[in-house]
């Protein structure tokens, strides 16, 4: 499966779809692509929902890109974070990535369908 992503922006949220392994030029252009379609929302506090269920992992040099765009994120009020995710090693790794690159609050799943459930998050959706 080729590698790539999809980013669909709402009123206050921006909602990815990831897929196949990534490398670290894909990595960069992602994030470029994230930033540009959260300026608008940065003004007030904003969700991402990343869909990781068919995203293969990255190689190790795109981490610091994570990381760079998480303390982006948190300076541009990012306040919300969902992370949709088979149980299993994937969603260990993304655990422990998220865990240390952020403060942001972030939630688990494994489905969509869990994501507008949330009621901690409700509020993006309205």
Sequence with gaps: MKAG???EVA???????????WDFELTKT???EVKQAAQPLSKSPWL??????EWELATPESFPLIAQFSEWAG?????DR????????KLSILKDAFGKLSKVPTLYC??????????NIQHYFD
């Design 5 to 7: 992503y999809k980013i």
């Design 11 to 21: 009123s206050k949220r921006i909602e990815v779809k990831v897929w196949g392994a």
């Design 30 to 32: 992602f994030y470029r």
């Design 48 to 53: 991402i929902v990343i869909d990781f269920f």
């Design 75 to 79: 300076q541009n009020n990012l306040a």
């Design 82 to 89: 969902v992370v949709v995710a088979q149980d299993g090693m």
């Design 110 to 119: 494994e489905n969509l369908n869990q994501v507008q459930a949330s009621s």
